[in-house]
Nanobody, 124 residues
Framework: QVQLVESGGGLVQAGGSLRLSCLASGRTFSNYAMGWFRQAPGKEREFVTAISWSGRSTYYADSVKGRFTISRGNAKNTMYLQMNSLNPEDTAVYYC?????????????????WGQGTQVIVSS
């Protein structure tokens, strides 16, 4: 079992930045590829970004490419999401997820473990 806890969400003005964190516990963090997904009100959960267990491979949704940066610190059992140039369309609950194996995925069904989510609200 892997437990995931997100933090860092909040209210920010358009054009601002936030940094989300995802703290993992329970199993060896470096054995898992990780991802961030988000769900806006009335919409389905969507892929945001993902990272391999080594951190050498990353993937981004087109909507966040160039604005968001995913990273991980395996020694700290933590994954990060730096979000810059935020706009109101980024408003959502952000979830971190973990999947067994080295390769990350853009598919939510590939992930075995999920956090409870952290709310991000971007005001115009």
């Amino acid at each position: 079992q892997v437990q995931l806890v997100e933090s860092g969400g909040g209210l920010v003005q358009a054009g601002g930045s936030l940094r989300l964190s995802c703290l993992a516990s329970g199993r060896t963090f470096s054995n898992y590829a990780m991802g961030w997904f988000r769900q806006a009100p009335g919409k389905e959960r969507e892929f945001v970004t993902a990272i391999s267990w080594s951190g050498r491979s990353t993937y981004y949704a087109d909507s966040v490419k160039g604005r968001f940066t995913i990273s991980r610190g395996n020694a700290k059992n933590t994954m990060y999401l730096q979000m810059n140039s935020l706009n109101p369309e980024d408003t959502a609950v952000y979830y971190c997820a973990a999947k067994s194996g080295s390769v990350a995925s853009i598919e939510s069904k590939a992930y075995n473990y999920w956090g409870q989510g952290t709310q991000v609200i971007v005001s115009s």
